[in-house]
């Protein structure tokens, strides 16, 4: 879900932490400037708060017609600590959906934006999605275009991975890779160091996995493929069969080690998020320098050859383990 809080950055970090600790809810600032509409509508928001004192009051209800007119869907809210009647109208007018007369960060005020926020998130059906990779660059390479999708449309993304890729270099750079791209998605990293082509299918690797479910509950689960000739990876399969048993849809990524047995049901169409997901693997230089199959135009080809099955799309495909 995406929220974003306008208003004195000094202010709205404040009420940015403290529903974050309520509602586990990041919210994204911005000042509010003359630039603010054309900055605003590069992204499609949830969620647009706007904090403001009586000063900005009316100069924000005009920001907030044109901002409306841009972001019809966007659910808008309005805080200020001055009741004015006329400006209260006026806002309501301009599309806001509720105005709310609280001080900043107060609790009361906190409590009606954390029911707000779960009222918007029932409304857009919200999932919970946890991609599960064995290395670093794993998730992404398999299912990063979709994940950006689930993002766009609102889903919460965690991405586990379960070693730190030392086989294939610096722990620290592999980690700082792994952020960076976890952080494009808007999505929770959760690292572990599991031994590198060492993962097996038994307890350690059951539990591991068992933890970050327990913890995101997640909805929907994408892991990777029993047909893969990589052993780390046929193994967190197995291991993410067992601790995922609760987990009403499940679905297998491809990734280059995969094998002809790689038969996907489910053809993701994903063309509008091919540039973000190369995006995402450009963060693994340590990799993308010496790894062919990180090439764009092999990860750009392997789309569009999967969409032979898909109305000719350019696809990210699933093998469908439950749906």
């Given at each position: 879900?995406?929220?974003?809080?306008?208003?004195?950055?000094?202010?709205?970090?404040?009420?940015?932490?403290?529903?974050?600790?309520?509602?586990?809810?990041?919210?994204?600032?911005?000042?509010?400037?003359?630039?603010?509409?054309?900055?605003?509508?590069?992204?499609?928001?949830?969620?647009?708060?706007?904090?403001?004192?009586?000063?900005?009051?009316?100069?924000?209800?005009?920001?907030?017609?044109?901002?409306?007119?841009?972001?019809?869907?966007?659910?808008?809210?309005?805080?200020?600590?001055?009741?004015?009647?006329?400006?209260?109208?006026?806002?309501?007018?301009?599309?806001?959906?509720?105005?709310?007369?609280?001080?900043?960060?107060?609790?009361?005020?906190?409590?009606?934006?954390?029911?707000?926020?779960?009222?918007?998130?029932?409304?857009?059906?919200?999932?919970?999605?946890?991609?599960?990779?064995?290395?670093?660059?794993?998730?992404?390479?398999?299912?990063?275009a979709s994940l950006m999708k689930h993002a766009e449309r609102g889903d919460k993304v965690h991405i586990l991975t379960l070693t730190n890729g030392e086989q294939g270099g610096s722990i620290d750079i592999r980690y700082k890779e792994s952020l960076k791209a976890a952080e494009y998605v808007?999505?929770?990293?959760?690292?572990?160091?599991?031994?590198?082509?060492?993962?097996?299918?038994?307890?350690?690797?059951?539990?591991?996995?068992?933890?970050?479910?327990?913890?995101?509950?997640?909805?929907?689960?994408?892991?990777?493929?029993?047909?893969?000739?990589?052993?780390?990876?046929?193994?967190?399969?197995?291991?993410?069969?067992?601790?995922?048993?609760?987990?009403?849809?499940?679905?297998?990524?491809?990734?280059?080690?995969?094998?002809?047995?790689?038969?996907?049901?489910?053809?993701?169409?994903?063309?509008?998020?091919?540039?973000?997901?190369?995006?995402?693997?450009?963060?693994?230089?340590?990799?993308?320098?010496?790894?062919?199959?990180?090439?764009?135009?092999?990860?750009?080809?392997?789309?569009?050859?999967?969409?032979?099955?898909?109305?000719?799309?350019?696809?990210?495909?699933?093998?469908?383990?439950?749906?």
């Amino acid at each position: 879900m995406n929220i974003v809080i306008v208003g004195k950055l000094a202010e709205t970090q404040i009420l940015a932490d403290e529903l974050e600790a309520q509602t586990a809810q990041k919210c994204e600032q911005m000042e509010l400037t003359a630039d603010i509409v054309y900055r605003i509508q590069k992204k499609r928001w949830h969620l647009i708060i706007m904090a403001v004192n009586y000063e900005n009051l009316a100069t924000a209800c005009t920001t907030l017609y044109s901002i409306k007119q841009n972001n019809p869907s966007s659910h808008v809210i309005l805080i200020s600590a001055n009741k004015d009647v006329d400006l209260m109208s006026s806002a309501l007018d301009s599309g806001v959906n509720h105005f709310l007369v609280y001080p900043l960060a107060t609790q009361v005020l906190l409590e009606r934006l954390s029911t707000e926020i779960k009222t918007i998130r029932e409304t857009l059906n919200i999932k919970k999605v946890l991609a599960i990779g064995a290395h670093p660059d794993d998730v992404e390479i398999g299912c990063g275009a979709s994940l950006m999708k689930h993002a766009e449309r609102g889903d919460k993304v965690h991405i586990l991975t379960l070693t730190n890729g030392e086989q294939g270099g610096s722990i620290d750079i592999r980690y700082k890779e792994s952020l960076k791209a976890a952080e494009y998605v808007n999505a929770n990293l959760y690292m572990k160091n599991l031994k590198d082509t060492f993962i097996t299918d038994g307890p350690e690797t059951i539990k591991t996995i068992e933890e970050v479910i327990a913890k995101v509950q997640p909805d929907i689960i994408y892991t990777h493929s029993i047909n893969d000739n990589h052993q780390d990876h046929r193994n967190t399969y197995h291991a993410t069969m067992v601790a995922a048993r609760g987990v009403t849809q499940v679905y297998s990524y491809l990734s280059p080690s995969c094998n002809i047995n790689f038969k996907p049901l489910r053809f993701e169409h994903v063309e509008k998020y091919m540039d973000d997901k190369i995006e995402m693997i450009s963060f693994f230089h340590s990799q993308k320098t010496k790894c062919a199959y990180l090439a764009d135009s092999l990860i750009r080809s392997t789309a569009e050859y999967w969409g032979r099955f898909s109305r000719y799309g350019i696809v990210e495909p699933f093998e469908v383990i439950r749906a």
